[in-house]
């Protein structure tokens, strides 16, 4: 079973394509917004990607070019628009794949089931599988099946919270999450009055992964915004 994001913010255009998405063995994950299509992203196992150009807080275009930046999978742009421009846009920025609102069901299934036969046909997809079993910056590296953490090839031993703290922020490189969204997203909880327990939490994570935690070479702060994991 291939697992079909589709991203909308017209809710009854996603439940008009989940009827019939599910009806070919697809399991779909919905996101009404680009925001909301990157965190399922980064919790799910995805194949391709159905991507509204039009959505609020991030709109298809700039959520296609953050995905385009660490993963290869299939991304078809729908739009209600149809001069060619967009289209250009979109395929230039990485989309696979275009259509334009109104469209037939039965299109769009087949442009998707295309897709991925094309996308399977070409060993992207155990390719990239295999990649994202690794997530690196430099010399750290967590491999997120058998949920070891290395620094320059050595086994650096971290608890359960530390483990997920870490996979969020290198799954993230270069993006600076708040004390409130690392708790949220880790933790599971709504926070509130947390910045002492995600403190602590990282001030130990620098302890084992930096050779001197006061000048941290991964784990950086973004004084007043939050933490990152530095690409390097």
């Keep these: 079973m291939y697992n079909i994001l589709v991203a909308d913010d017209d809710k009854e255009i996603v439940e008009s394509i989940e009827i019939y998405l599910n009806n070919e063995g697809y399991k779909v994950f919905k996101a009404y917004d680009g925001l909301e299509a990157l965190d399922i992203l980064m919790r799910?196992?995805?194949?391709?990607?159905?991507?509204?150009i039009m959505m609020p807080k991030l709109d298809g275009i700039k959520?296609?070019?953050?995905?385009?930046?660490?993963?290869?999978?299939?991304?078809?742009?729908?739009?209600?628009?149809?001069?060619?421009?967009?289209?250009?846009?979109?395929?230039?920025?990485?989309?696979?794949d275009y259509i334009t609102k109104p469209?037939?069901?039965?299109?769009?299934?087949?442009?998707?089931k295309s897709n991925l036969r094309r996308y399977m046909n070409l060993g992207n997809f155990s390719n990239e599988s295999l990649q994202q079993d690794i997530l690196k910056s430099g010399?750290?590296?967590l491999n997120t099946s058998t949920k070891e953490v290395k620094v320059d090839g050595l086994n650096v031993k971290v608890t359960p919270?530390?483990?997920?703290?870490?996979?969020?922020?290198?799954r993230n490189k270069g993006r600076v999450?708040?004390?409130?969204?690392?708790?949220?997203?880790?933790?599971k909880e709504e926070s509130f009055n947390v910045e002492n327990t995600v403190a602590v939490h990282i001030r130990r994570i620098r302890e084992k992964i930096e050779i001197n935690p006061k000048e941290p070479r991964y784990l950086k702060v973004v004084?007043?915004?939050?933490?990152?994991?530095?690409?390097?």
Excluded: C
């Excluded at 967009?86 to 696979?96: H, P, S, W």
């Excluded at 919270?161 to 290198?170: N, S």
């Excluded at 004084?223 to 390097?232: F, H, M, P, Q, R």
């Design 44 to 52: 799910e196992d995805i194949h391709l990607i159905l991507m509204d």
């Design 63 to 96: 959520a296609t070019i953050k995905i385009r930046q660490d993963k290869n999978i299939p991304i078809i742009l729908v739009s209600a628009k149809g001069e060619d421009t967009d289209k250009i846009l979109g395929l230039n920025i990485g989309a696979d």
């Design 103 to 112: 469209f037939n069901l039965l299109e769009l299934i087949a442009r998707v």
């Design 139 to 141: 010399g750290l590296e």
């Design 161 to 170: 919270i530390e483990y997920r703290i870490l996979e969020l922020l290198l």
């Design 177 to 187: 999450f708040s004390i409130d969204e690392i708790y949220e997203k880790v933790w």
């Design 223 to 232: 004084w007043g915004i939050g933490y990152k994991i530095e690409k390097i």
